[in-house]
């Protein structure tokens, strides 16, 4: 049956289901009560960079090293570069907003509001996708 629809309208059809979810799943999170979005948002951070990362490792890295003409030490010092930067990128940010923390009290109430605000842009983010 799905070969006779075109793959545009396939493409169309499936970026559509996925970002409607993305969003409906954003809308759930933020109905739940804080206690449960607190105990959920590192729990659903993990999973995120777990398929991100194995995404990368484990099918874009291997097509990339199959390549004969790619240098492969650049291959992997590029994304040891990358993982480097965005780990120091991290602590920075966190360094960063603690000591805000610390300064403003009174501006900053929820440590975990990030954790939201990532995943209600994600949402909004694949549902423009």
Do not use: Y
């Not at 194995?54 to 099918?59: E, P």
């Not at 390549?67 to 992997?76: E, L, N, P, R, W």
């Amino acid at each position: 049956m799905l070969d006779e629809i075109p793959l545009l309208l396939l493409i169309v059809i499936f970026n559509l289901i996925g970002g409607v979810l993305s969003v409906l799943g954003a809308a759930i999170f933020l109905l739940l009560k804080e206690t449960q979005r607190d105990w959920i948002t590192p729990k659903l951070v993990s999973f995120a960079i777990g398929t991100l990362l194995g995404a990368s490792f484990l099918s874009l890295l291997p097509h990339a090293v199959m390549d004969k003409t790619a240098d492969i030490h650049a291959i992997f010092i590029t994304v040891l570069g990358g993982l480097i930067f965005f780990f120091l990128l991290e602590k920075l940010v966190l360094w960063r907003h603690c000591h805000a923390t610390h300064e403003d009290q009174h501006l900053h109430t929820n440590h975990h509001s990030a954790g939201s605000l990532i995943l209600v842009g994600d949402g909004v983010h694949n549902f423009i996708d």
